[in-house]
């Protein structure tokens, strides 16, 4: 419809200019001669107007809908018509009367026509009927906005709105464009790629020839020669990542070049504009037009400025953000194909580093990469015309914008250092953090929370010191930063008036030269950066190619098609070794196996079992032979690899789903029984490496996965060492023997259970790479060689472990596996080991102590789950809710943070900072207007007068300025330093005094998150965002100020602009954090699922799953860049908006300065417009640091919330302490007593009485559940009574400091914990103790052996949580503190199953021996241990079932009878 109008309007236009040009031809026939210009004019213009007009048409079959060429064609057509449109208008008035009557009437029918033409065709045309369908349900909507929308991003509005009305999801971001998504960014680069290596390739191929023709001449050298000349060729060249990139994303990218070539020549334009602006308030005669034409030429060029910046910065974020796209496909699909010695050289978090840093590198780097050539071009072009303006004066402000550079690299490598000393001092704080948190219920029952508080303190100290260095350097480069322009004025002006007498500086000359520098001030501060950023990157590309270089596998290695008839796996006199430099680990195979056979290969450990079964998968590299597989391959591998999905989803790993078999392989492979306990059953979501499942229940996902896959060949790899041996033998019935699910297929199982060879229709046995026997089991025991010897190693073992588990039912042990997973003492951050399990099943009698039969074992399997001895773990139970989800900050933010950020500071500090900004600003206001004012000085004869005088005010307001600046930021930054001390020691605090009940329902990663990433951002980003925001906050208002002093109209436009400007803020603030969060959120499953690949690649080559995990790969950079286009979007549509505001106040300063001509001298208007045009750089990072200071101010926010969680009682209540040396007597009293653990549970102890004698050993039983560590933690006060009492000695233990009743009563807990740092610490963290008192603890705890035959006694190290010492050391070392503490109480909460019987006898007998006169309760598994106490208690569901001694109740037959009976004892 539209393009019909244009086109219409296009040849009337042709037939108006033609109309003029017959006349011209009828004015020569009536023989008044025209001249020659009417007949040229008409002529030209005739004929573009006629190509104009066939441009619309081509442009609509094209199906372009809106034209950049026409519109500019239309504007600049409009504008040339201006002139002569006023001047025919003025010659008209003036005369009276219009002459030319017919070529007045056709230029104004032209000039409506071209109007008319320009509006049409700023409206976009609806896509023509041919256009494809998109399918696509958000697509963006840039692809068919107008040509104006695409110029301002008018097109984002939309999303801007919407982010402002309500928080964005997901659900509103736009669908890539087709060019931006992986699939076809990384098929373009492949193929450059593939490119560079062939090309690589033909070079090495052209070097062979040419070495082997030379070896021709030389018959006896041989090939060696030849070779050793390639290896040398090969060094030379590599294929060339660069150039790949380069011819991928190059010519895209230099459109972005080419608009920066553009706006770098237009930002010289208005200095010009500025001096003649100038010289026209000097010149009182000139016509008022004029000075309207130069505000309006000002406004022009600022506008088309910020339209090409922004357009450069489109083009080059989104090279950027292909690149990254571009770069991480590649690695992610190199990751895939990789051969196994590749991989090795390099670990996973470095290829993952690949990913997310190197390809960051690069993404970051392209956005400033057009600064290598234009900033040396902007130099030069404002070095030519301040040469022009000042002359050679020039040359002194150079150098000392050169001195400045090394200051500042100096400064640079120096933050670096500290950046990297202050990395070091967060990293031990988080570790330290984290291992507090791990064990704070540890530190509680030994009040050990001060002295751990203290070396937190210590940690953060140092932490704070190197950041307030940091400080300094900052403030010194801030100023730096600020006075830079300043002193290189100073300098040339100086020189400038001092040369020469004649050196005259009038408004002109200052204010041009001082718009110059401040453009140089940018690119002079940029190149360093560029060039610093330009080296990280190299090395970053290195090392991709590097990556990108490495030796792939060899697709053909294992021939799948042709096999043997008969056979399923064939390999002929095969050589194999994991890379080509290393001497082959599997030499001469020669294996064939008969088609649906059972194989077992057997052999020592390291003799290539696993490496068998990698070269049948074509992992390894083949050196010689002949490898053949036929059809398909499922593979388990030795360490069960589990994907971060459900545990449904690991299981079917691609397949059609097939509900039938799905529930035939869950019962063969034993995992009903799993699913019952798991919260959500199949649909459980499985952590990051298989977290939460245990060792076992991963091998069984693994054997689930390969059994459901349903292919020929299974490779089965050491399957079943993981699991239990009930499982295993479960496993290898249902699932691999001869009358398994798998019957029928061929199999090959590594194996070192020998129970299973019998059963087996082959079994090969390796001997140091090499296959020594093969034949059935009968066979190879009349043979009597490594097999029947591999036997006899074995076999001891086995026999005693099976007659140990034949006791026990199977479904029994089953059941001791469910136990134990709920089990939480054990499992508490203990990974439950084989061993545990098997000292486990030896008390399984303990805990099954009802005298049931072991068939009613679901009931039993439900009190196990209810009700367990502490608050499940947090991982264990989502279904319950125990975890709160966290909650983030949606919207914007109150302003009470605001103000609690300003209290940590100190409001007087607050204060003070704003008034030195304040005083900064005057300062430079000052010096300017000192500038103008000097500038007005009258010249006489030739010269200016105390030239002196006026730059020493100068430089000294200048200097003044420079050193609040000082002043100020390095004030700001102590306000920050100490602002992050105290909102870390108010949040520490809290911690060590939050109630245990916090930490059981709060995972620990979201408390470390608080120490870690909130703190980092009030140390280290706030107040830099601060410092930003208030320094350009002052500069805006300064700058308002100022012009409206020189042209008061001004005030009149502030209120509008300063309404449109809110409002974008508001917008954009509101839409770019959510966007932020988007970004940020989307981006770590891209890096967890790429370390998750690569771990697994072998599995998934083995399965054939490489396609679908590099579109799942795809999909998820996708999502990421489909919220980081839109973040990249915001940006520019601000920039724009933005600049606008500013390039207003840039015509409305001119605009008033030509109105008030007469009033204004040249000094005032040069000082307003010269501030007006640096505003638009402050109002616009105004912004970005209003939107930076929102999303981060949260940190505050979230870290307060955490410092006023509920706190326990005090640690000590001055004037309630107990004397010194309570308890005297040790006698405890429960007085009907209960307890619950959290609010609104059930209660776990209810109404308990019962009293303790001094010195009375007391052993406490039940069941899981029944409340026995409740009874313990009650004592300890981390439970608080619902009602009753417990009274020690008589006093009432609830009206005493925690920590006056925790250090006076000793626990030996259950699983022990230990902190990394010496031993000594471990035993006395306060000192108290002298060596003497500690070597004797050691000695009485039998660890003085092993300690002293450390080198480092005492100062002995203890890694992370003791991993350096045994299971039966550690619990040694916790006795050790308990005899160095020697109180009155001792509580024994014995380890269940953690520890061997022999150190278990040691810790008893000390105990009896050391703690004779004082009271023991004992939480007891093995009964045998309590069986000569006083006393004995028995609890069943949180009362007293039995309160008696050992003797009289096992005559009472009650349930300590039935507990004692099942354990032998009675």
């Keep these: 419809m539209l393009s019909r109008f244009k086109t219409i309007l296009g040849v009337l236009l042709w037939c108006v200019c033609w109309a003029d040009l017959f006349f011209s031809f009828h004015e020569l026939l ?218 991928t994303f190059g010519p895209y990218f230099l459109i972005g070049s080419f608009y920066k070539l553009i706006q770098d020549l237009l930002s010289f334009v208005n200095p010009q504009l500025l001096s003649i602006l100038i010289s026209f308030i000097k010149d009182k005669d000139a016509p008022s037009w004029w000075g309207f034409l130069i505000a309006a030429l000002m406004f022009f060029s600022a506008v088309l400025q910020t339209i090409i910046l922004h357009q450069h910065f489109q083009y080059c974020f989104v090279t950027g953000m292909r690149l990254r796209t571009g770069i991480t496909g590649m690695i992610y699909r190199k990751s895939l194909v990789i051969t196994n010695s590749a991989k090795r050289s390099s670990t996973v978090g470095e290829i993952v580093n690949l990913m997310s840093v190197d390809a960051q590198r690069f993404m970051d780097l392209v956005t400033f990469l057009n600064m290598l050539w234009s900033a040396p071009l902007q130099i030069c072009l404002a070095l030519y ?95 730096a930063w600020i006075s830079a322009p300043f002193l290189v004025a100073l300098t040339t002006f100086a020189v400038y008036v001092s040369v020469d007498e004649n050196n005259i500086l009038d408004a002109e000359k200052a204010f041009v030269s001082l718009s110059l520098f401040n453009i140089l001030r940018f690119p002079l501060n940029m190149l360093p950066q560029v060039i610093s950023n330009l080296a990280q990157t190299s090395v970053s590309l290195k090392r991709i190619q590097q990556f990108l270089s490495h030796d792939e596998l060899d697709p053909n290695c294992v021939e799948t098609k042709v096999v043997t008839p008969g056979y399923a796996i064939t390999v002929t006199n095969g050589t194999f070794s994991w890379a080509k430099e290393l001497k082959p680990s599997l030499k001469d195979i020669h294996l064939l196996v008969p088609s649906g056979s059972l194989v077992a290969v057997v052999g020592h450990v390291g003799c290539g079992k696993s490496s068998l079964v990698s070269a049948l998968l074509g992992e390894m590299e083949k050196l010689e032979g002949h490898v053949a597989v036929k059809g398909s391959v499922a593979y388990v591998p030795q360490q069960a690899w589990i994907q971060n999905a459900t545990l449904k989803d690991n299981i079917l790993f691609g397949q059609q789903h097939n509900e039938q078999k799905y529930q035939n392989v869950l019962e063969a492979c034993a995992l009903k029984t799993d699913l019952e306990v798991l919260p959500g059953g199949d649909h459980t979501e499985i952590g990051e490496k298989g977290i939460n499942l245990s060792g076992g229940q991963r091998q069984r996902v693994s054997i689930a996965r390969a059994v459901f896959s349903d292919a ?213 206001i000052g010096a300017n207007v000192w500038l103008s004012d000097w500038t007005n000085e009258p010249v006489i004869n030739g010269t200016q007068h105390n030239t002196s005088m006026r730059v020493g005010v100068y430089a000294a307001l200048g200097l003044l300025q420079g050193l609040l600046v000082l002043i100020s930021s390095f004030t700001l930054a102590m306000g920050g330093i100490n602002a992050a001390r105290t909102l870390h020691a108010a949040l520490l605090e809290n911690k060590f005094h939050t109630p245990q009940s916090f930490f059981d329902t709060t995972p620990t990663g979201r408390i470390i998150n608080r120490f870690s990433k909130d703190i980092y951002v009030i140390d280290e980003v706030i107040p830099p965002t601060i410092l930003m925001f208030l320094g350009t906050f002052f500069t805006s208002v300064s700058t308002i100020l100022v012009i409206i002093s020189s042209t008061p109209l001004f005030a009149v436009v502030i209120i509008p602009l300063a309404i449109v400007y809110f409002f974008v803020q508001r917008f954009y603030v509101a839409t770019s954090r959510q966007l932020k969060r988007l970004e940020s959120v ?17 599995v998934i080559r083995a399965y054939g799953r490489e396609n679908s995990f590099v579109c799942l790969n795809d999909l998820k950079v996708d999502e990421n860049q489909k919220s980081y286009f839109p973040n990249i979007i915001s940006n520019r549509w601000l920039g724009v908006r933005i600049e606008l505001i500013g390039n207003f106040v840039v015509l409305f300063a001119a605009l008033f300065a030509v109105l008030g001509k007469n009033s204004l001298n040249a000094g005032l208007v040069g000082l307003s417009v010269s501030y007006a045009l640096q505003v638009t750089m402050s109002l616009n990072w105004m912004v970005r640091m209003t939107s930076d200071l929102e999303s981060n101010i949260v940190a505050v926010e979230r870290v307060k919330e955490y410092s006023e969680t509920e706190t326990e009682a005090p640690w000590i209540i001055e004037d309630k302490r107990p004397p010194e040396d309570w308890p005297a007597q040790g006698e405890v009293e429960f007085v009907d007593y209960s307890v619950r653990y959290r609010k609104g549970m059930d209660l776990v102890l209810k109404g308990l009485s019962l009293r303790v004698k001094g010195g009375e050993k007391i052993g406490i039983v039940g069941r899981t559940g029944a409340g026995k560590s409740s009874m313990t933690l009650c004592l300890f006060r981390i439970l608080e009574a619902v009602k009753g009492e417990i009274k020690i000695d008589g006093v009432r233990i609830s009206e005493i400091g925690l920590h006056d009743l925790r250090s006076k009563i000793t626990i030996i807990p259950q699983d022990p914990v230990l902190f990394s740092g010496t031993l000594k610490m471990n035993l006395d963290p306060f000192n108290k103790y002298s060596e003497d008192e500690i070597w004797k603890a050691l000695e009485l705890s039998h660890l003085k052996r092993f300690v002293s035959s450390k080198p480092e006694k005492l100062e002995y190290e203890c890694s992370e949580g003791g991993e350096n ?95 004692a009976k099942d354990a032998g004892l009675a």
């Excluded at 928080?167 to 087709?178: I, T």
């Excluded at 989307?1082 to 072998?1098: D, K, V």
């Excluded at 609890?1435 to 037959?1453: H, Q």
Aim: glycine residues 4%; proline residues 5%.
């Design 1365 to 1459: 010492l045994s299971v039966g050391q550690r619990q040694l070392v916790c006795l050790a503190r308990a005899l160095l503490r020697k109180t009155r109480i001792l509580v024994l909460d014995e380890a269940t199953a953690a520890i061997d019987l022999e150190t278990d006898d040691l810790i008893q007998m000390t105990i009896r021996t050391q703690f004779e006169d004082c009271t023991v309760l004992t939480i007891a598994h093995r009964l045998n241990t309590i069986m000569d106490y006083t006393r004995v208690l028995v609890l069943d569901k949180g009362t007293i079932a039995e309160f008696d001694t050992p003797s009289s109740l096992i005559a009472s037959r009650g349930i300590f009878y039935g507990m």
């Design 1082 to 1098: 989307s981006r770590s499953p891209i890096y967890s699922h790429f370390s998750e690949t690569i771990t697994g690649a072998s």
């Design 30 to 247: 009536q023989s008044r001669t025209p001249p020659p210009v009417y007949f040229v004019t008409p002529l030209i213009v005739g004929i573009t107007m006629v190509l104009a007009t066939v441009l619309v048409q081509y442009e609509r079959l094209r199906g372009v809908q809106s034209s950049g060429v026409l519109i500019i064609f239309w504007f600049l057509s409009v504008l040339c018509a201006v002139v002569p449109f006023r001047s025919k208008i003025i010659a008209a008035t003036a005369q009276g009367q219009i002459k030319d009557r017919f070529r007045f009437t056709t230029f104004f029918s032209y000039f409506a026509l071209i109007l008319i033409e320009l509006i049409l065709s700023c409206f976009k045309e609806n896509p023509p009927f041919f256009s494809p369908v998109n399918s696509d349900p958000n697509p963006c909507p840039e692809l068919n906005s107008g040509f104006l929308s695409k110029m301002t991003f008018w097109w984002f509005t939309r999303m801007a709105i919407l982010g402002y009305k309500r928080p964005l999801e997901d659900k509103d971001l736009w669908s890539l464009n087709k060019d931006d998504t992986s699939s076809i960014i990384v098929q373009q680069l492949h193929k450059e790629w593939d490119k560079q290596k062939d090309e690589w390739k033909q070079k090495e191929d052209v070097a062979y020839v040419k070495t082997s023709n030379h070896v021709l001449n030389h018959v006896g050298d041989g090939p060696e020669e030849a070779e050793v000349l390639i290896q040398d060729k090969r060094q030379h060249k590599e294929p060339s990542f660069l150039k790949a990139l380069l011819r």
């Design 385 to 479: 015309f301040l040469w022009q303006t000042l002359g050679p004066s020039v040359l002194a402000g150079v150098a000392v914008m050169i001195l400045l550079i090394p200051l500042n690299a100096a400064i640079a490598i120096k933050t670096r250092a500290f950046q990297v000393e202050q990395m070091r001092h967060k990293d031990s704080r988080i570790k330290l953090m984290n291992e507090i948190l791990s064990g704070i219920k540890v530190l509680k029952l030994y009040a050990w929370e001060p002295s751990f508080q203290e070396k937190v303190l210590d940690i953060r100290k140092n932490e704070l010191r190197v950041l307030k260095k940091a400080a300094y350097l900052n403030s010194l480069s801030t100023f």
């Design 712 to 924: 020929d060949v299974y490779l089965l790899d050491d399957p079943l060492s993981a699991v239990d041996s009930h499982v295993a033998k479960h496993i290898f019935d249902n699932v691999i023997g001869p009358e398994g699910a798998l019957k029928g297929k061929t199999r090959m199982l590594v194996t070192h259970g020998i129970t299973f060879l019998p059963q087996v229709d082959h079994i090969v046995v390796l001997v140091d790479g090499k296959i020594s026997e093969m034949g059935s089991y009968q066979e190879l025991l009349k043979q009597n060689g490594a097999f029947a010897e591999f036997l006899r190693n074995y076999a001891p073992d086995e026999d005693i472990e099976e007659d140990e588990l034949t006791m026990l039912e199977d479904e029994e042990v089953l059941l001791a596996e469910d136990t134990l997973s709920n089990h939480t003492d054990l499992a508490d951050n203990e990974p439950v080991t084989n061993e545990v399990r098997k000292q486990f099943l030896r008390q399984i009698s303990v805990i099954s102590s009802e005298g049931e039969c072991p068939k009613k074992m679901s009931t039993r399997r439900r009190v196990c789950e209810k009700k367990s001895a502490e608050p499940p773990q947090p991982q264990k139970i989502p279904t319950e809710k125990l975890i709160q989800a966290e909650t983030s900050e949606i919207g914007t933010v109150k302003l009470t943070v605001f103000w609690q950020y300003m209290k940590a500071v100190g409001l007087m500090t607050s204060l003070v900072i704003c008034f030195l900004y304040g005083c900064q600003n005057a300062a430079a």
